[in-house]
């Protein structure tokens, strides 16, 4: 197996993760909802977007918070969170270029 297989297939395994959280109807759902609301949401005010239980859509923002796809920022007592999928966008964006380069389809796009 070549290095650049290898390196490829480690990209897969590390991505893992950040595709898996993203299969999630909820998650997806909570990660547009920052999307358009930049200045962050507490818990409840996303409930109130979901048919979800506050402690369903905490879990949520847990699983959301591990792999990076948001933060929390304290502000007085209530902890609201915002998107930050720079990272994880990066990752995967680097696997799909790999994949594209590994199959040579580069010159494929125009």
């Keep these: 197996m070549s290095q650049q297989t290898e390196h490829v297939l480690q990209q897969f395994k590390d991505c893992i993760p950040l595709l898996e959280v993203l299969t999630d109807e909820n998650r997806q759902a909570i990660i547009m909802l920052l999307a ?27 699983v959301l ?13 209530e902890n609201y ?8 966008l990066e990752q995967l964006k680097s696997l799909i270029t790999s994949v594209e380069y590994a199959c040579n389809w580069s010159n494929d796009y125009p």
Excluded: F
Aim: aromatic share 4%.
């Design 36 to 62: 358009q609301n930049k200045l962050g949401l507490n818990v409840n005010t996303i409930s109130g977007h979901m048919n979800l239980s506050r402690p369903a859509v905490s879990h949520h923002l847990k």
């Design 65 to 77: 918070k591990q792999s990076g796809y948001i933060k929390s920022e304290k502000k007085g007592v």
């Design 81 to 88: 969170y915002v998107l930050t999928v720079r990272k994880p």
